[in-house]
């Protein structure tokens, strides 16, 4: 049986449609994925997120073992504040990407994708040996509601005891929201302003109920998980097992940036990460977009237009719902990579041309 | 949700109106509700030959592409031209404005009625 999240009674009582993700049963969508994803963009929407993994990590020396673990440098981040950093394989393959937040001088959240927390978790044990640091699995004491989109500021001012707006892009801190002792982060996965507030599981359906009765005035709606796949998309963010996968490096990704090289004692996975950015990645991830209606999809091939070979393979494509064309993301070797490229897609036999560009698709006006 | 009587039913999620020879078919509600918000059809063309449990065209949600099944052996004779230029009628009313083609069945389609095909989604 598929865990079920502390607000499971009222996604019921909302109509929600379920799907079994990584252990959870989570909601898919309660009305329409469209309508949904249409009222991020424009207004607002909450997303439970309960299936995430939350590790804590604490101790004098948690933030050198930190930077030992991952390949960025969390004992540069200031407190309060967050970083997306990456755990990789020696190989320098990625085993998860993550949001790391400094909740105090000598205490981190690490919180990891849902299918991948016990890899996380059982890595970051292994890797912190050594460091005066101690590490639990907290997932089970946090649940984790997003409320996003423009008019989420709003929405959480009405609600919380502190000045949303001196709340940074990537700031975390504690707060009093709907009575309830939370934290809350201004991070996200959806391209647009918004929250990610973590509380007690037995205070998630007050919380809930809250935000919802404030954002019903905001445009707020209750999203699911499948409009948070084609927001992110549209925003060009990765999703592990997708774009990101043991198979592939920061570099590959485009996310090169992420990696930090000439930490004091180095990092798991530094000397394979070193070669790959001297050599330069043979294939990167590059944005597609088509016209029509017929979108290219994981594991879909790309081909050459001149000699119809193979020479790359879709890992994420919609229809996109703000867009109105198909757009997609794809491995592509880097010298057809460059925008203005154009490829052919087989979408179940017919080959539909796409043309390469920028990442991302869709950027919010600041 | 309700479940026309009038109508009988594939274990392909499809419904079939028959007056006179000519048969209408659509996708159920329950169908139309998994596949999520439809945003593509592709039809059998209008005067194909269409043989009962073959893929003759395809629904594209925005996570999925299904196969659309001939719910019988016969002729296809019209598509629904509005649902292609708008396929969320497939969503909004799976049963009426969200129709997809008409065709002319023959031979004997094997087919469910309401009561058989409401405990065939029960057990789904």
């Known amino acids: 049986m598929p865990k079920k999240t502390p607000l499971h009674d009222i996604h019921m009582e909302l109509g929600a449609s379920f799907t079994d993700f990584a252990g959870w049963s989570m909601p898919l969508r309660y009305t329409s994925e469209l309508v949904e994803h249409h009222a991020v963009r424009t207004a607002a929407g909450i997303f439970d997120l309960t299936h995430m993994g939350e590790i804590e990590l604490s101790g004098p020396e948690v933030g050198r073992a930190l930077d030992h673990a991952l390949v960025g440098r969390p004992s540069k981040i200031a407190v309060g504040r967050a970083r997306y950093s990456m755990l990789v394989h020696e190989t320098g393959g990625v085993l998860d990407d993550l949001v790391v937040y400094r909740l105090a001088e000598e205490m981190y959240l690490v919180v990891a994708n849902a299918g991948n927390t016990l890899v996380v978790l059982s890595q970051l044990r292994d890797r912190i040996d050594g460091y005066v640091t101690t590490i639990r699995d907290t997932s089970g004491e946090w649940a984790l509601i997003a409320v996003q989109g423009a008019t989420s500021p709003a929405i959480v001012s009405e609600l919380a005891d502190v000045e949303v707006p001196l709340l940074k892009y990537y700031a975390i801190g504690p707060a009093r929201l709907a009575d309830r002792e939370v934290l809350l982060a201004r991070t996200g996965y959806t391209g647009e302003d918004g929250f990610e507030i973590y509380c007690r599981p037995e205070d998630a359906m007050a919380v809930w109920r809250s935000v919802s009765a404030v954002g019903v005035r905001h445009g707020l709606v209750p999203c699911g998980l499948a409009c948070r796949d084609t927001l992110r998309l549209e925003a060009g963010m990765p999703l592990y097992g997708q774009e990101l996968t043991v198979g592939t490096t920061p570099f590959d990704a485009g996310l090169g940036r992420v990696v930090v090289f000439g930490k004091p004692g180095g990092f798991v996975g530094e000397a394979a990460l070193a070669a790959r950015r001297d050599e330069g990645p043979t294939r990167v991830l590059v944005g597609l977009a088509s016209t029509g209606r017929r979108a290219p999809r994981t594991g879909y091939a790309v081909l050459d237009p001149d000699t119809g070979e193979r020479i790359g393979e879709v890992t994420s494509g919609a229809l996109s719902p703000t867009l109105g064309h198909p757009v997609a993301m794809a491995y592509l070797p880097t010298d057809r990579s460059e925008p203005g490229t154009k490829v052919l897609v087989d979408i179940r036999g017919s080959q539909e041309y796409a043309e390469v560009v920028p990442l991302p698709f869709y950027r919010r006006r600041a | ?124």
Do not use: Q
């Open chain 2, 1 to 124: 949700m309700s479940l026309p009587t009038d109508l009988m039913y594939t274990s392909d999620h499809e419904w079939i109106a028959s007056e006179g020879d000519l048969s209408t078919v659509g996708v159920t509600a329950h169908a139309a509700d998994a596949l999520g918000d439809v945003v593509y059809l592709d039809l059998p063309a209008v005067g194909a030959t269409i043989k009962a449990g073959d893929a003759c065209g395809e629904i594209e949600s925005t996570k999925s592409v299904s196969d659309l099944f001939a719910p019988a052996d016969g002729e296809v004779v019209d598509i629904n031209e509005a649902a292609v230029a708008e396929p969320g009628l497939v969503n909004t009313d799976p049963f009426g404005a969200g129709w997809l083609f008409r065709m002319r069945i023959t031979g004997t389609p094997d087919l469910l009625d309401a009561t058989a095909y409401a405990a065939f989604t029960a057990g789904a």
